[in-house]
């Protein structure tokens, strides 16, 4: 045991230290230490055939509950290796994303929001704040960034103000929303579909903290960026396009809207209809593809697969940790420092999460976190729901303090330089550190009020 426990580390280890450095791309980098986890860490290590099989997780897809969980809510998905429900969930929003995206919806509803407030600068900025935050909670917030920043830079050049600000604002906002509910960010669909929580879980636990601390955010962020959003110069409202024309297929927004809605209406009420997150995903993949037979090939090669592989690697690695009770001695270094204090327990996961998800991916932070706190609850007797709620709010909001803490921010920075509005540390850090900072404060207070 003590050889393969070294190697699950030493991979684990290398692992994170390539992501962080990102000389090769990241898929790359999770699917070489896979294999290599199977490998050594299996193979010539634990000498076990039964740890390859628990953690490739293959079974579990041809179980009823995968499916369909009956009413109960719960997914049954097992809490070791490839967490399967969350990469078929996540390739069946990817479909319906890029779908939307094809036939301008994005585009048209920046458009339309910024024609309504009659393209003030500063009311555009609070209404993409909220837009920010509330795509995110039902959109990878990658998707939501790449489409918002564009927009708002194509505003900024009909509308002569300065986009940074704004920008740096929707990112926040966006890893802000996605926390709120469990299909907002991919640490969530990882924690909801590891213990089984549903959309109403997230949406009256996370969802509550988020929705406090976005009025603290759209009150700090205005303040902090009101000198920066002075137009340079008067400009004709009436000689901009109309939303309209960012429409490109009238026919498939109509579709592609309809599809949207339903996906929203099936994920609020998977607890009760027993649909799982699985089914869900894949129905609207389906249903978004067979609504565009012609561009069904040009949605499938849009889909970032990338993701989808550097989610089975990382699941296959953090495997290798589990079945080695790497993680199990980590809860138990965690439980002696907290001394049996639960306060104190706590705030370690909150904080340390924050701090981690600042520098790292808190994709694979995260996912080697739940098999943690879950043996945390077991030999501590601290309710698995408040350990839950403290990990999901401190990986979301802590990857917004730097430019690298989550993928939302690397678009959003890489957009804007392209369009000649390079970031650098200081600039972002500046306002992004302090937000994150008084957003960690508020769940840090609200868990302790409400959970303890």
Known sequence: MLLAQILAVLIFVVMFTLIIFEKFERH??????????????????????ESVKETLSFHSIFVKE??????????????????????????????????MARVGFFRWLCMRLAKMVN????????????MSAGLAMFIDSITVILFLATVTIELSTLLKFNPLPMILAEIFCANLGGSAIM???????????SFGY????????????AAISLIFTLIFFYFAYRKDLKVSQTVDISQLPSPESAITDKRGFVISTIIFISSIVLLVTHANTGFSVSTIGIFIAVVTLLCAPKHIVEILKKVDYKTVLFFIGLFVVVGGLEQTEILTLIANFIGKISGGNVYLMVAIIIWLSAVASAFIDNIPFAATMIPVIQSLSISTGVPLTTLT???????????????????????GTSVAAKAGYFVGWKDYCAKAVPATIMVM?????????VYL
């Open 119 to 130: 393209y003030k600068v500063k009311a555009i900025f609070i209404v993409f704040m909220l």
């Open 441 to 449: 404060i508020i769940t840090t207070v609200y868990i302790f009020a």
């Open 28 to 49: 790359h980098i999770t699917l070489v230490c896979g294999v290599l986890t199977l490998v050594f860490v299996f193979g010539i290590g634990l000498h076990s055939w």
């Open 183 to 193: 299909s907002g960010d991919p640490p969530n669909i990882i924690i909801g579909t």
């Open 66 to 99: 995968f499916w369909f969980t009956g009413g109960s809510g719960a997914s049954h998905e097992p809490s070791t290796g490839i967490n399967w429900a969350t990469i078929f969930f996540i390739i069946g929003m990817m479909v319906m994303v890029e779908g």
């Open 389 to 411: 709620w403290s990990l999901a709010m401190g990986t979301d909001i802590g990857g917004s303090a730097t430019p690298i803490g989550a993928s939302a921010n690397v678009v």
């Open 198 to 209: 549903s959309f109403t879980d997230f949406i009256c636990n996370t969802g509550v903290i």
